[in-house]
C-alpha cells in the first residue's frame, strides 16, 4: 500500500516569506509525527498529532511554527517570517496508534533551504 | 544533557567483521526503545524494536539494559547493503528522541 507522502519534496524560499509543508499519512494511522533534520543530527521532535488534535507540541521552537490536522489524516506544518536557520529536511512520520511501541513510518521529507 | 547519545563514528570495518554500536538514554521513565536505519538522503526506517530480555533479527541482535540506561546493536557478518547510519531512538511519553546517529560504512 501507499506510504507515507510528503509535498513539496524541495521547497526553496526568500528569508521573511511564509512557507507550508504537507504531509500524507498511512491510510487508518491515528498519530501523526513532525520532526526536523539537520545535517549530521538525527530527526528532532518538533508535534505530535492524535487524530486531529495537538497532543504535543512542545517542540516546536518558536510562535512562527504551526502545525495543523483538521480532519484526522493530512497534516501541514506553517513557517512563518521563514529564517535561514529554518533550512532542514522537515519529516513527517504516522503510525497506527499511540501506544509506544508502535511503529512510526516515515515519508521521504521536505528539504527546505531559507536563502 | 541530551535525550539520548550516541558516538557518531564513522565506523569502517570490512566485509564479514562483527560490528557494535552503544546509546545511552537520560530519563529512566523511558517507555520503548528501537533502532532505525537511515541511509543517504533518505527518511529513517526501522530495523528492530529492542526489549529488555534482548532480541535477534538474523544478523542483528539488540539489547537494552534499564539499569545502566543502555542500549545496543549488534551486527554480525556485515554486508556493504549494511553501509548507512544507525539512528537509537528512546520513547518517552508521547515523543521520540533520536540520536545523532552512528555512520558505518562497511568495505570490500
Known amino acids: 500500500g501507499a506510504g507515507v507522502s510528503q509535498t513539496p519534496s524541495n521547497k526553496v524560499t526568500e528569508k521573511g516569506k511564509y512557507v507550508e509543508l504537507r504531509c500524507d499519512p498511512i491510510s487508518g494511522h491515528t498519530a501523526l509525527y513532525w520532526y526536523r533534520q539537520s545535517l549530521g543530527q538525527g530527526p528532532e521532535f518538533l508535534i505530535y498529532f492524535q487524530g486531529t488534535g495537538a497532543a504535543d507540541d512542545s517542540g516546536l521552537p518558536n510562535d512562527r511554527f504551526f502545525a495543523v490536522r483538521p480532519e484526522g489524516s493530512v497534516s501541514t506544518l506553517k513557517i512563518q517570517r521563514t529564517e535561514r536557520g529554518d533550512s532542514a529536511v522537515y519529516l513527517c512520520?504516522?503510525?497506527?496508534?499511540?501506544?509506544?511501541?508502535?511503529?512510526?513510518?516515515f515519508g521521504p521529507g521536505t528539504r527546505l533551504t531559507v536563502l | 544533557r541530551k535525550e539520548v547519545e550516541q558516538d557518531p563514528g564513522p565506523f569502517n570495518v570490512p566485509e564479514g567483521a562483527t560490528v557494535a554500536f552503544n546509546c545511552t538514554y537520560s530519563?529512566?521513565?523511558?517507555?520503548?526503545f528501537f533502532w532505525y536505519r537511515q541511509d543517504c538522503r533518505k527518511e529513517p526506517k526501522l530495523l528492530m524494536s529492542v526489549y529488555s530480555s534482548g532480541n535477534e533479527d538474523g544478523r542483528f541482535t539488540a539489547q537494552l539494559n534499564r539499569a545502566s540506561q543502555y542500549i545496543s546493536l549488534l551486527i554480525r557478518d556485515s554486508k556493504l547493503s549494511d553501509s548507512a547510519t544507525y539512528l537509537c531512538?528512546?520513547?518517552?511519553?508521547?515523543?521520540?528522541?533520536f540520536g545523532t546517529g552512528t555512520s558505518l560504512t562497511v568495505i570490500p
Open positions: 531512538v528512546v520513547n518517552t511519553g508521547n515523543q521520540f528522541y
Open positions: 512520520a504516522s503510525s497506527p496508534s499511540s501506544v509506544s511501541t508502535d511503529t512510526q513510518y
Open positions: 530519563n529512566s521513565a523511558s517507555q520503548s
